[in-house]
Structures are given as C-alpha cells and as structure tokens.
C-alpha cells in the first residue's frame, strides 16, 4: 500500500483542497496530520478554517515535529504542511540551516518507512522574490532542499497553479 503523493505551489495555489479531496477518494476515514505552530492570531484563524473544511470521517492529530514517532500503518494520511514542520525545526535549531536540514532528512526518512498512503503538502516559496534577509534565505534554501529530497522519494508529484493540478512525476 506504500504509496507517497507530493503536493507543492504556491500560497492559495489550492494545493490543500487537492489534497484533502485525494484522501477521501482513498479513504472513508483519513488522517490530518497537522504540523502548525499557534505563532499568533492569525495563524489560529488559518487552523479553524482548516478544520472547518474537513467532514467528520476526517480524524486529526497534531505533531509539530517528530512525525515518525507516530503509527501510521495502513492509513491514509494527509500531511499538512512541510513549509510549517521545517519552520518549527528550523526555530528550534536557532535558524541553523545545516542543523535543520539534517534533522529534516532524518526525520522524513524514518516516517516515510511506515506502510501507509501518505500525500503531502508543501510550499514553493523560492519562485517569487529574493528574500531581504540572510535568516529568510536560507529558509528559502531549506525548503528548497527539504522538496527535492521529499520529490525523489514520492511516487507522484504534483504542482499545483491557480487551482489546477499538473502532475510532474
């Protein structure tokens, strides 16, 4: 049942409603694996609307980081979001890239051992400006990174712009 599905673009690209509606066409109850932080307000508010997006077949557990600590097996997951776990490994790492990116690698090589479907949601944030800051850049080089090793390893990927799906692998 193996099977990994790579969902990237950019912010409002729809990536999140196609994955959520790849999940319940495979499963009559998947998994939300939410990985967001409550930075601020306005972060709560992005998490309510979420939830309030997904029926009642969905259940969700929070994991800010050590995703492969969970049992995942046989289920199908929905992975919500990348950009958000590397943010939380790359906070606590003290904006660290080296650091972060390893920890990252070995983080999603451990759960991605697991036997279940998962789709996974991310960000292309290097396509638009040049950050302003060295701490910003790297994160950019961080996610950028953090895509590829994730995109080698999925069976599908998809890029999704203005809505629409193009699969790319």
């Known amino acids: 049942m193996r099977e990994i599905i790579f969902i990237t673009g950019g912010q409002r690209s729809g990536k999140s409603r196609f994955a959520q ?97 998962l789709i996974v949601v991310s960000n292309e944030i290097g396509m638009g400006l040049h950050a302003p800051d060295e701490s910003s850049r790297h994160f950019t080089d961080l996610q950028g990174w953090i895509n590829q090793h994730i995109a080698a390893s999925a069976d599908k990927v998809y890029l999704m712009i203005s809505g629409i799906p193009l699969q790319i692998k």
């Not at 509606?21 to 508010?45: C, H, M």
């Not at 969905?58 to 800010?64: A, C, D, K, R």
């Not at 097996?73 to 003290?94: A, E, M, P, S």
């Open 21 to 117: 509606e790849l999940a319940e066409y495979s499963s009559a109850n998947p998994l939300y694996l939410a990985t967001a932080r409550y930075w601020d307000d306005d972060f709560e508010q992005r998490i309510r609307r979420h939830q309030t997006d997904r029926g009642e077949q969905w259940e969700t557990i929070e994991e800010e980081k050590r995703l492969s600590s969970l049992s995942l097996d046989g289920r199908t997951v929905l992975l919500d979001c990348i950009t958000l776990w590397l943010t939380n490994i790359f906070h606590d790492n003290g904006y660290k890239l080296e650091i972060a990116l390893e920890e990252a690698k070995r983080e999603w090589n451990a759960l991605i051992q697991q036997d279940f479907r």
